[in-house]
């Protein structure tokens, strides 16, 4: 599963203790990691960071375990107006979840690979120890954190991969699902939807407006530029609009 492994001496409670603590993995956590993978592997591997992830995906999709599963890392231990429903009072969050980075700097972006990379790992993982692939057991950093990680690992990475996992997307086996959409952009309030088409069209492009529920039961209207049979075909057009300026624009899977 894992392309390389590294050994940081940052995990454990107390520091370098194995195990966790009698606590039973529950979760993942997603991160992004704020910088390029060897700026990462320098900061993890020094002993007064004490910050590391489980796992890490760099920009190419390799994906590199920095601490062994059966260890608790140092993700998101600190909890700051905490939404996530799963937060046990009293237990250090690090010690019931897993933690997954992806290299980056830019919480609007990503690779291709790195999609493909995290969706893989993540349902490996889920069949591993039985976790479910979708909220809240599939959580981004900014739910432990919202104050101090608002932005992490960046609300249209973390949407999309919640996405492929509940409609069955990218597999750990590779198994591609059947519909890609375009979303280009995706709003609580339809007015903003709205005005978004209206953008759209001075652009040249025809799009309409799909109204969905989240798994916490929120509306969302997402404004779908088009449906695509082929994944490349799909994201080379999101890639499109993110350069026309929508930044906010990403390739959502669904079942035909």
């Excluded at 001496?9 to 704020?34: E, T, V």
């Excluded at 889920?126 to 057991?137: L, S, V």
Aim: charged content about 20%; hydrophobic content about 40%.
């Amino acid at each position: 599963m894992y392309d390389e492994v590294y050994k940081t001496p940052n995990f454990g409670y107390p520091k370098g203790a194995n195990g966790r603590k009698g606590q039973k993995i529950i979760a993942i956590g997603l991160h992004i990691s704020g910088g390029n993978w060897r700026s990462n592997y320098n900061w993890i591997m020094n002993p007064k960071a004490n910050a590391s992830y489980n796992a890490i995906v760099k920009d190419d999709g390799r994906i590199v375990s920095l601490v062994p599963e059966e260890n608790a890392a140092y993700a998101h231990g600190k909890i700051a107006k905490s939404t996530w429903p799963l937060l046990k009072p009293g237990i250090n969050p690090n010690l019931s979840t897993l933690s997954l980075a992806r290299t980056g700097a830019d919480q609007r972006r990503w690779t291709t690979a790195q999609l493909d990379a995290t969706i893989k790992i993540i349902n490996h993982w889920c069949f591993k120890y039985g976790i479910k692939p979708a909220r809240p057991f599939i959580f981004g950093h900014f739910e432990i954190d919202s104050v101090g990680r608002w932005y992490c690992p960046g609300k249209n990475f973390f949407e999309t991969v919640i996405s492929e996992l509940v409609t069955g997307g990218l597999l750990a086996d590779d198994q591609p699902a059947r519909l890609y959409k375009v979303i280009a952009g995706s709003f609580r309030v339809k007015g903003n939807a709205e005005v978004r088409l209206i953008l759209l069209a001075k652009l040249g492009y025809s799009a309409s407006i799909s109204i969905e529920q989240d798994q916490l039961g929120r509306t969302w209207h997402r404004v779908l530029e088009g449906s695509y049979v082929d994944a490349a075909e799909a994201r080379v057009k999101a890639a499109t609009l993110k350069r026309s300026g929508l930044g906010d624009c990403f390739v959502a899977i669904y079942k035909g």
